[in-house]
């Protein structure tokens, strides 16, 4: 049998976010786990070179950020409100998403499965955290940019997403906001 893991992985840009939501630009999962990526490093970056807190690799945490989503190629994603609409609808979609990490899993030559079994699963908790809050902040970044485009629509959205960050009380994600979250809110030109 052929390792279908990769091509699987690569599937990923087929899987759109924001299902339930009028987008004036569409978003996959590909290119939000890229962007994932890029806020986890610089949050785990931030944390350790500019406030001189311990914390973990920022490597491994852009790597998680990667995979992050990657059961989602299996299950699709299921907007948030649904997700989250109560506590054994929450439960069920976190072991679906489990059953679904560990057949991409079971996809890998054995030797490759412990270097990627924390990746998929989402069970370093080390990198969880930061991984946790990039998450939250590239869906915040996509409601400033739909509502910077003039969607209304995401209104109500990048409201309770910013309450959710807020609450997160990370000093690296306050350190974010305040400084690179405001050029989000500009123009091209503007950021020249």
């Not at 490093?41 to 852009?62: K, N």
């Not at 679904?100 to 899993?105: A, C, I, N, T």
Request: glycine letters at 4%.
């Amino acid at each position: 049998m052929a390792n279908e893991f990769f091509a699987l992985i690569s599937r990923m840009r087929y899987i759109t976010r924001w299902g339930l939501m009028r987008n004036t630009f569409s978003e996959n999962i590909q290119e939000h786990s890229h962007m994932v990526a890029v806020l986890a490093h610089g949050l785990a970056l931030i944390r350790r070179e500019l406030l001189g807190l311990p914390g973990p690799d920022p490597d491994r945490c852009a790597v998680a950020a990667l995979y992050h989503d990657a059961s989602e190629i299996l299950t699709g994603d299921l907007p948030t409100p649904v997700k989250y609409f109560n506590p054994e609808i929450k439960k069920a979609y976190k072991q679906v998403e489990r059953v679904s990490g560990e057949k991409l899993l079971s996809m890998l030559p054995e030797a490759l499965r412990p270097s990627y079994t924390h990746l998929i699963l989402e069970d370093d908790p080390e990198t969880l955290p930061i991984v946790k809050a990039a998450d939250k902040l590239s869906a915040y970044i996509k409601c400033v940019e739909e509502l910077k485009a003039g969607n209304q629509e995401f209104e109500s959205a990048a409201q309770q997403t910013r309450a959710a960050l807020e609450a997160m009380e990370l000093p690296e994600l306050a350190y974010f906001m305040q400084e690179f979250l405001p050029p989000f809110q500009l123009t091209l030109d503007q950021l020249e």
